[in-house]
């Protein structure tokens, strides 16, 4: 069936390195794709989007591709810094605007 | 814009009550959804409306009723609590079909 598959966490970086986190999904036809954060004690926040294949969303120094080739929504940062600490769920949006979770990945950046 | 407003924030019930998560949005978007939010689960749809009068059941419908009256307000009824209910409940809406979900602070409740 449909799903959304993200990497297992805890992520655990320093303050300034590289940060991925994959995100692949199983649907029909064409969704759309985001990634949403949660910071600790709060709603979503929606992240960035993109709605067709090689769409590149991004927000805040981060970045995603919508690859349709690889089905993936890789969430990338360049630096992360300490309050980029937060969950970061990836979701799929199909042509009836039903919004599909992954399970989320937890990020920690110590100083 | 209030956005989406969820209350209330915090609700102890028995097993066996029944009660009424309320939400409401202020920015006349047509679609809204309710989730649910268990550790190492992500979220999990339970129901989702794509306009008032028109309700249908996501993932994990059993044991919640939603209506949607009005464009603004979609409440989420539980008919008879158990503890598997114990979860923090969020409430999303949507407008232009391009973008993304706009989601409320959440619900947490516990069932004893």
């Known amino acids: 069936g449909n799903s959304v598959t993200q990497m297992e966490g805890p992520v655990t970086l320093s303050e300034e390195a590289f940060l991925t986190i994959n995100c692949t999904y199983t649907a029909t036809g064409y969704p759309s794709l985001f990634w949403y954060v949660q910071y600790p004690g709060e709603g979503l926040q929606l992240l960035l989007k993109?709605?067709?294949?090689?769409d590149k969303g991004s927000n805040k120094g981060f970045e995603a591709t919508y690859r349709k080739e690889t089905t993936s929504f890789h969430l990338e940062k360049g630096s992360v810094q300490v309050s980029d600490s937060a969950v970061y769920f990836c979701a799929w949006m199909d042509s009836s605007y039903k919004l599909i979770f992954g399970s989320g990945t937890r990020l920690l950046v110590r100083p | 814009n209030a956005g989406v407003t969820q209350t209330p924030k915090f609700q102890v019930l028995k097993t066996g009550q029944s009660m009424t998560l309320q939400c409401a949005q202020d920015m006349n978007h047509e679609y809204m959804s309710w989730y649910r939010q268990d550790p190492g689960m992500g979220l999990r749809l339970i129901h989702y409306s794509v306009g008032a009068g028109i309700t249908d059941q996501g993932e994990v419908p059993n044991g919640y009723n939603v209506s949607r009256s009005t464009t603004e307000d979609f409440p989420l009824r539980l008919l008879s609590a158990a503890p598997s209910q114990t979860s923090v409940y969020f409430c999303?809406?949507?407008?232009?079909?391009?973008?993304?979900?706009?989601f409320g602070s959440g619900t947490r409740l516990t069932v004893v």
């Open positions: 999303a809406s949507k407008g232009n079909p391009n973008y993304g979900y706009t």
């Open positions: 993109a709605t067709k294949a090689d």
